[in-house]
């Protein structure tokens, strides 16, 4: 099971600038690691990770298997009102993910 954990400033002002940061809890598999018995331990990485804010999408990517366990994330949004903020996400065994948080404007 992939955990997340996003983090913003608790108090955010209509047409501020802020720095959204996500740490995405996954072993991201390349496919070349072997475990104890000396068989591959199949591929599994994120393919996709969307963030949406209200209807609009803010950061979308298509990480690689050259991303290390629990990739971290930083990119900045641009607030104007308060809205749903919802990350998604899909890996290579098709385990999807959703996250859902109020971003608050004041």
């Known amino acids: 099971m992939t955990r997340l954990r996003v983090q913003w400033p608790e108090k955010i002002s209509s047409g501020e600038v802020v720095k959204v940061r996500l740490l995405v809890e996954h072993p991201m598999d390349t496919g070349y690691l072997q475990d104890l018995t000396g068989k591959l331990v199949p591929r599994n990485v994120i393919r996709l990770l969307t963030c949406t804010l209200g209807q609009q999408e803010v950061f979308r990517v298509e990480p690689s298997s050259g991303i290390s366990a629990n ?33 608050t404007v004041t």
Do not use: M, N
């Open 71 to 103: 990739p971290y994330f930083e990119f900045y949004v641009r607030a104007s009102s308060t809205a749903e903020f919802k990350i998604e996400w899909t890996d290579d065994k098709g385990a999807k993910g959703q996250h859902l948080q109020v971003f």
